[in-house]
């Protein structure tokens, strides 16, 4: 983990940084040579934001998921286009689909065009934690690098996307606040 950020946009807690997680391989060749390697699966952004509906019970929606989620069940959405995009888990379906409403079903498709990178989204609670495994490396600067309007435009739009997400989401909405 590095490049943590955090604060509070338009009243949302949020927490950012770049992410890499490793597989870790060992190989032991016929001799009893043993080598460690570490291949990475996940390079990317992570964020986590407050979310604006208290429910119970966990969703997970993932562009890349090869296997179903311990105690969850696989759900389809009222969207064609959504459930094509996203795989949707959860361990409660009224959760769901209070939860993924048209407009934030419609706000996500969005989102995942705007970011190339696979999308994957975990809500629990009154936690939106959403991962873009993209193949970048943000915030840095190469040796000797000149700092010129290009790398801080590339520094605004990674900074952006945060509030990208809350607007698109609509996060910062708290018309939903009350549990069912």
Same mark, same amino acid.
């Given at each position: 983990m590095?490049?943590?950020?955090?604060?509070?946009?338009?009243?949302?807690?949020?927490?950012?940084?770049?992410?890499v997680l490793e597989e870790r391989r060992v190989h032991t060749?016929? %001799?009893?040579?043993?080598?460690?390697?570490?291949?990475?699966y996940f390079v990317?952004?992570?964020?986590?934001?407050?979310?604006?509906?208290n429910?119970?019970?966990d969703i997970i929606v993932t562009e890349t998921a090869m296997f179903k989620p311990l105690k969850m069940q696989?759900?389809?959405?009222?969207?064609?286009? =959504?459930? %094509?995009?996203?795989?949707?888990?959860?361990?409660?379906? !009224?959760?769901?689909?209070?939860?993924?409403?048209?407009?934030?079903?419609?706000?996500?498709?969005?989102l995942e065009k705007a970011n190339p990178g696979a999308i994957s989204i975990a809500i629990n609670s009154n936690k939106l934690a959403l991962a873009l495994n993209n193949n970048r490396d943000? !915030?840095?600067?190469k040796m000797n690098q000149e700092i010129n309007? %290009?790398?801080?435009?590339? =520094?605004? %739009?990674?900074?952006?996307i945060i509030y990208q997400i809350i607007d698109e989401l609509n996060l910062n909405n708290k018309i939903f606040k009350k549990e069912y």
């Open positions: 590095e490049d943590l950020i955090y604060g509070t946009i338009s009243g949302v807690k949020y927490k950012t940084c770049d992410l060749d016929s %001799k009893g040579n043993t080598t460690v390697t570490y291949v990475p990317g952004r992570f964020f986590e934001f407050d979310f604006n509906k429910f119970k019970g696989k759900i389809s959405l009222e969207s064609e286009e =959504f459930n %094509k995009k996203f795989k949707t888990f959860a361990n409660d379906e !009224f959760s769901a689909f209070y939860v993924l409403t048209p407009q934030l079903m419609m706000s996500l498709l969005d943000t !915030f840095t600067l309007s %290009k790398v801080l435009d590339a =520094f605004k %739009k990674d900074i952006n």
